[in-house]
Antibody, heavy 123, light 106 residues
Framework: QLQLQESGPGLVKPSETLSLTCTVSAGSVRSSNYYWGWIRQPPGKGLEWIGSIYYSGTTYYSPSLKSRVTISVDTSKNQFSLELRSVTAADTAVYYC???????????????WGRGTLVTVSS | SFELTQPPSVSVSPGQIASITCSGEKLGDKYACWYQQKPGQSPVLVIHQDTKRPSGIPERFSGSNSGNTATLTISGTQAMDEADYYCQAWDFNTVVFGGGTKLTVL
């Protein structure tokens, strides 16, 4: 059964870059049927979409984060990654990677999620 | 920008029907989906494309979407359904989540 697993530092200093990787197991990030996304959730708050990527490299970003975010894919490692630059305490959150079945109308729903990883921004 | 609004909390007695609403401009013209999230766990998709239940989701979960409001209905609510519920839709290549509703089963 396909699984997603987030990994990366749990602590990042203000003004630095947050970097996370999502490893796809028992499946392929090269699947033509799916996009791969990042969603975050500040402690005690709601969900916020960060962006999504297709294995070809096509990306979609949240307008509110677009200037600070890069999502990339490494098909050789079966991984996709998130970089969030110039972080502040407001970027402290649980970061989830997830899968959605494409970008056609009606396909923007996340049917498989990783377990999430807490990233704290603090000096 | 497109926004989705949910009530912060809903309470229901065991065995009764729980309804959670999600409001957004012309939401009925888009597809809505719903996630259940229990404390310390990842969200789980319970409804997609307005009315479709993923495999493994109990039949007591159903959805509808018309006008400006999407609704998640849980029939015969059980204690295990106590959780946070989030609606989500897509608008011009942007994913939008509602603020979430805490469902309490009293």
């Amino acid at each position: 059964q396909l699984q997603l697993q987030e990994s990366g530092p749990g602590l990042v200093k203000p003004s630095e870059t947050l970097s996370l990787t999502c490893t796809v197991s028992a499946g392929s990030v090269r699947s033509s049927n799916y996009y791969w996304g990042w969603i975050r959730q500040p402690p005690g708050k709601g969900l916020e979409w960060i962006g999504s990527i297709y294995y070809s490299g096509t990306t979609y970003y949240s307008p509110s984060l677009k200037s600070r975010v890069t999502i990339s894919v490494d098909t050789s490692k079966n991984q996709f990654s998130l970089e969030l630059r110039s972080v502040t305490a407001a970027d402290t959150a649980v970061y989830y990677c997830a899968r959605h079945p494409g970008t056609g109308v009606g396909n923007w729903f996340f049917d498989l999620w990783g377990r999430g990883t807490l990233v704290t921004v603090s000096s | 920008s497109f926004e989705l609004t949910q009530p912060p909390s809903v309470s229901v007695s065991p065995g009764q029907i729980a309804s959670i609403t999600c409001s957004g401009e012309k939401l009925g013209d888009k597809y809505a989906c719903w996630y259940q999230q229990k404390p310390g766990q990842s969200p789980v998709l319970v409804i997609h494309q307005d009315t479709k239940r993923p495999s493994g989701i109990p039949e007591r979960f159903s959805g509808s979407n018309s006008g400006n409001t999407a609704t998640l209905t849980i029939s015969g609510t059980q204690a295990m359904d106590e959780a946070d519920y989030y609606c989500q839709a897509w608008d011009f290549n942007t994913v939008v989540f509602g603020g979430g509703t805490k469902l309490t089963v009293l």
